[in-house]
């Protein structure tokens, strides 16, 4: 029986360092678990906190020159998705309204057999937006980059940003906060397409993350280029 004892006594020793290990590394988890959701949480506050009282329904937005419409994917056929024709279908009825006077759409074009804009472009077109006045941007790879490019290849000063609901408040803070003056208004008849909104609205935690690093870096866009006069050209187009 003692040397029962013993061995009991010798294992229990053996593993009080593998124990603490155990729970110095729980606690670490549990702490860093915990950073990162109040970090999460501060940087959606301060995306609400950029964007408040400059979203707008349809029909109180004020007028603004130019409305920036935000990419998102393109059907293989060329086609815009439910989600990017929604977008659309408000730029055009902004347009038709007299509330914008030109419109730019801004997306990713970074393969030669993907382009958002130039599908924008004609789904506008079509539906008897002026082809003069619709001004495209191949460059707008995110949000970010879409409102830096705005601004600093564009020259946009004041704008209606374009998007969904969700993501509206993300995309109105960042112009702000890089010199765009902007107001939005959001597309809520995606919300048709309940699993794809309610995975793309839970992934606007992370982007708010981005989006405040993003803003804090001041880094330039993927592709800065130069100064571009298209939104000048098309303004001035009478």
């Not at 990419?71 to 279908?89: Q, Y």
């Not at 997306?107 to 804009?117: I, R, V």
């Not at 946009?156 to 939005?184: I, K, Y």
Request: charged share 25%.
């Amino acid at each position: 029986m003692r040397g029962l004892f013993a061995r009991v006594r010798e294992w229990r020793t053996s593993r009080r360092p593998t124990v603490r290990r155990i729970r110095r590394a729980l606690v670490v988890v549990v702490a860093g678990a915990a950073l990162l959701a109040a970090g999460t949480a501060a940087c959606v506050v301060w995306v609400r906190d950029g964007a408040d009282g400059h979203l707008f329904a349809e029909a109180d937005v004020p007028e603004a020159p130019v409305a920036l419409v935000l990419g998102t994917k393109v059907e293989a056929d060329g086609t815009p998705s439910p989600f990017l024709a929604g977008r659309l279908e408000i730029a055009q009825r902004l347009y038709a309204a007299g509330k914008v006077r030109v419109i730019l759409v801004s997306g990713d074009h970074m393969n030669y057999d993907y382009d958002e804009p130039d599908a924008m472009r004609r789904w506008l077109v079509d539906r008897g937006v002026p082809a003069e006045k619709v001004v495209l941007d191949h460059a707008g790879f995110d949000t970010y980059d879409s409102c830096a490019r705005a601004r600093r290849v564009f020259g946009v000063e004041r704008a209606t940003v374009v998007t969904q609901s969700f993501h509206l408040p993300r995309a109105v803070a960042l112009c702000r906060h890089l010199g765009v003056a902007a107001n939005g208004v959001g597309d809520d008849t995606a919300r048709r397409y309940a699993d794809r909104w309610r995975i793309s609205a839970t992934r606007e935690y992370g982007a708010c993350v981005k989006a405040a690093v993003d803003v804090v870096s001041g880094r330039d866009p993927v592709h800065l280029g130069r100064r571009e006069t298209g939104v000048d050209d098309a303004l001035r187009a009478g």
